[in-house]
C-alpha cells in the first residue's frame, strides 16, 4: 500500500529562524512535541552539510515515527529513503522526479493557481502546497500571498491532500481550519518560538477545536 502524509500540522526546518539553533536540535524538540509530518528545507547549506543533517534527522524520524520529506534534494531523499520528496514550481518535472523516486516515495508540490494545482494533480502529485496564504518571509523571490480564496477552491476541486501554507501564525490558524486543509504548515512560527513544544501544543489544540 503506497504511503500517505499524515494529517495534522507539518512542521519545515528554517535554520537561520531558529534562534541559533541548528536543524537537528529544533527537530529533536519538534519531534519531543509530537510532530508527525516534518519536512527538511535549507537553502543555504553545502549538498554534504544538507546529508549529513537529513541522514540524523532520519534516524530520528523513524524512531518518533515521524513522516519525513526533503525539500528539493531527489538524490538525498533516496539515499536516506525518506518517506517523501517536495517539489516547487521550478524544480524537476513530477514525471521526470516519478521516474527517479519510483512510487515508494511521496512527492508533494507547491502551487499558487489554479492552473498550476490543476496540472500537479494531472501528473501525480501525491499532495500540493497551497499558498502562500498571507506573506512570507522564509524564502527568497517568494510569490505573493494568494489568500484563502485559492485554499478554499482548492478545497472544492482538488482530490489530493492539501497543504496550506505561507504566513499562518497562532494568530490567523482559525481563519485557515475553517476550511478544513489536510494539513497546515507552519515554519517559523514554530522554528522560533522560545518554547517549542508549548508553541506546538497550542497549534495542535487550535486545529483539533477548529
Known sequence: MKKQIPKGLYAITAENFSN???????????????????????KHKSKLEKFKQCEAIRKLTIDYKCFFIINDDIDIALTIQSDGIHLGQEDLPILKAREIVGHNIVIGISTHSPEQVRSAVEYGAD??????????????????????????FCMKNIRVPK???GGIKLV???????????????????????????????????????
Do not use: H, W
Not at 541559533?20 to 527538511?40: C, F, H, P, R, S
Not at 496564504?133 to 478554499?152: A, C, M, R
Open 20 to 42: 541559533g539553533k541548528d536543524n537537528i536540535t529544533v527537530v529533536k524538540e519538534m519531534l519531543d512535541a509530537g510532530i508527525k509530518v516534518l519536512q527538511y528545507r535549507d
Open 127 to 152: 499532495y500540493v502546497g497551497v499558498g502562500p496564504i498571507y506573506k512570507t518571509f522564509t524564502k527568497e523571490n517568494v510569490t505573493n500571498p494568494v489568500g484563502l480564496e485559492y485554499l478554499s
Open 163 to 165: 497543504v496550506a501554507i
Open 172 to 210: 490567523n490558524l482559525s481563519e485557515v481550519c475553517k476550511y478544513k486543509p489536510e494539513n497546515i504548515c507552519m515554519v517559523t512560527e514554530i522554528t522560533s518560538a522560545k518554547n517549542i513544544k508549548f508553541k506546538i501544543k497550542k497549534v495542535q489544540e487550535t486545529i483539533k477545536n477548529d
